[in-house]
């Protein structure tokens, strides 16, 4: 199978195309021909080993210290149920589905496993593998830390960062939710954040969004420049600051807040499941959530991918497309749609 592989840390350029062995399938797992991955932050992260200060050797546990330990990167897929596990009874081979394969990642190669505890998902009847994958990444990790803080209706969110993969997801599901919500992000995004569902936009370039007066009943911080000492007096009496981004003190120094102050103050998202995902998928057939993509991408521009993704100024989702070795009739339609227009 074609895979993006990189063997060494740094940047775009260390990501390249090679062939590899297909997964080899265990009694629980379920083997994928992917359509689609998303090149996300964990992508931007684990190949660059950028992340917030105090967490290199934390990062390291997970994504190698010397050279990367999951050389396939790829957080996400979407794609047709390829093979499974002696012991999977709830998906056979022609399921179109989508998938969160988290820390051993592998989404950006033509196969790929979902791994026992990985949350999949019947991809959802209305949208393509494209903008399905969407759904993953940012859906399942804005629903994970919204649920901690038990959204009521007419509750007042702000989301910093509401223009990315995890922010665009964030507004639609306050929004969803019944709350009033607030986004942060640049002026020449206020349009897609406001369509997303947020009553307000606060365009970071012009305003420091912590200098208002406005109260908040949850703060959702997807960019780490909100910690709990910047942000404290815009947060309602049992408020909640959800950290989605956050550095090594910020982290050690959330639950220690949480008990002195009353206010809900986390870091961790917590498990995807299933159940969470499904649930996205739902509203996604419904009409109640959009997908997001900025850029499509072709395997083989991979490179160019992650050269985009480290601008830090994509909106929402960057999605990259891949083929099997037999595409499925609506991706080979749905290409052949994009090369025409």
């Given at each position: ?137 940012g859906g399942l ?25 995890v922010g665009t ?24 954040v406001t369509s ?146």
């Open positions: 199978m074609r895979a993006a592989v990189y063997r060494r840390f740094g940047g775009p350029d260390t990501v390249r195309v090679e062939e590899l062995p297909r997964p080899s399938v265990g009694p629980d797992d379920v083997l994928i021909r992917v359509h689609a991955s998303t090149v996300s932050a964990a992508d931007h992260r684990a190949r660059s080993r950028e992340v917030p200060r105090g967490l290199g050797l934390l990062a390291a546990a997970g994504i190698g210290l010397f050279r990367p330990k999951h050389p396939v990167l790829g957080f996400d897929a979407a794609g047709v149920v390829e093979t499974v596990g002696s012991n999977v009874t709830e998906f056979r081979a022609g399921d179109e589905v989508i998938a969160m394969l988290g820390g051993h990642f592998g989404g950006h190669a033509e196969y790929a496993l979902v791994r026992p505890g990985d949350a999949i998902a019947r991809k959802p009847a209305t949208m393509t593998f494209e903008d399905a994958v969407t759904l993953v990444f990790t804005a629903r994970c830390f919204l649920q901690q803080a038990r959204l009521a209706p007419g509750a007042a969110v702000l989301v910093n960062g509401a223009s990315g993969a997801a964030a507004v639609q599901l306050a929004a969803h939710a019944g709350a009033h919500v607030t986004g942060v992000c640049s002026g020449a995004n206020r349009e897609l997303l569902g947020a009553d307000r936009v606060i365009d970071y370039t012009i305003e420091d969004f912590t200098a208002e007066p406005a109260g908040y009943d949850v703060i959702v911080d997807c960019v780490g420049n909100a910690p709990f000492e910047r942000v404290r007096h815009l947060l309602e009496p049992g408020g909640a600051l959800l950290l989605v981004i956050t550095d090594l003190r910020g982290l050690l120094l959330a639950p220690v807040r949480r008990r002195r102050t009353g206010h809900l103050v986390t870091a961790d998202v917590g498990t995807p499941t299933a159940e969470d995902l499904a649930f996205l998928v739902d509203l996604a057939e419904a009409g109640a959530y959009r997908a997001v993509r900025d850029r499509t991408y072709d395997l083989a521009d991979i490179t160019e991918a992650h050269r985009y993704v480290d601008t830090g100024r994509k909106r929402g989702n960057v999605v990259l497309r891949l083929t099997g070795e037999q595409p499925a009739p609506e991706a080979t339609a749905q290409q052949t749609e994009e090369a025409s227009s």
